[in-house]
T-cell receptor, first 118, second 114 residues
Framework: KAGVTQTPRYLIKTRGQQVTLSCSPISGHRSVSWYQQTPGQGLQFLFEYFSETQRNKGNFPGRFSGRQFSNSRSEMNVSTLELGDSALYLC?????????????????FGPGTRLTVT | GDSVTQMEGPVTLSEEAFLTINCTYTATGYPSLFWYVQYPGEGLQLLLKATKADDKGSNKGFEATYRKETTSFHLEKGSVQVSDSAVYFCALSDGSSNTGKLIFGQGTTLQVKP
């Protein structure tokens, strides 16, 4: 099976602009999660989508948003970019294993999109 | 809230040395525990997992045991190689919501010298 793909791999934007990042999950995975990775804050959860619905959201401002399409592909959008948004943005799709009520979400990550805001 | 604490890095070892990277957690509910590895310029790769107390996850010579009594999930390898040089992340799933949300430790950089 093909792995998780993210596009673009690298992006340079200026402050105040907006950006859209794309993620294609592993075939058959319905859950897609997004994370921000920075040297100072480490890996932080942004949000999770499952069957086109946002199911979980991390502690990020409303400038960060996302969506999921019927084929499970997901996009995240950041509006009014700030210098502090420079980061590696990682997408992960989940293989759900185990019995209902005790599922484990085994997450598989893409290579990330490196966003630089100048 | 839930959290993960890893030992500070970097950890520098000679090839064939024994590796331990400590990881402790605080969680509600019944989280699953994971170790991920990140090589330079790449995303995270799932190394191993454990879904309940006393489970041992293992892969590529790495092992970790889910210890509920000490809330720990330490990563071990008997003999490291130069190719094991990477950043290692301990993580737990959000046990209260049982969804695709992972909480990560700060990461431990491992450097193995020949």
């Amino acid at each position: 099976k093909a792995g998780v793909t993210q596009t673009p791999r690298y992006l340079i934007k200026t402050r105040g602009q907006q950006v859209t990042l794309s993620c294609s999950p592993i075939s058959g995975h319905r859950s897609v999660s997004w994370y921000q990775q920075t040297p100072g804050q480490g890996l932080q959860f942004l949000f999770e989508y499952f069957s086109e619905t946002q199911r979980n959201k991390g502690n990020f401002p409303g400038r960060f948003s996302g969506r999921q399409f019927s084929n499970s592909r997901s996009e995240m959008n950041v509006s009014t970019l700030e210098l502090g948004d420079s980061a590696l943005y990682l997408c992960a799709s989940s293989l759900v294993i185990g019995l209902a009520g005790r599922e484990t979400y085994e997450q598989y990550f893409g290579p990330g999109t490196r966003l630089t805001v100048t | 809230g839930d959290s993960v604490t890893q030992m500070e890095g970097p950890v520098t070892l000679s090839e064939e040395a024994f590796l331990t990277i400590n990881c402790t957690y605080t969680a509600t509910g019944y989280p699953s525990l994971f170790w991920y590895v990140q090589y330079p310029g790449e995303g995270l790769q799932l190394l191993l997992k454990a879904t309940k107390a006393d489970d041992k996850g293992s892969n590529k010579g790495f092992e970790a045991t889910y210890r509920k009594e000490t809330t720990s999930f330490h990563l071990e390898k008997g003999s490291v190689q130069v190719s094991d040089s990477a950043v290692y992340f301990c993580a737990l799933s959000d046990g209260s919501s049982n969804t695709g949300k992972l909480i990560f430790g700060q990461g431990t950089t491992l450097q193995v010298k020949p």
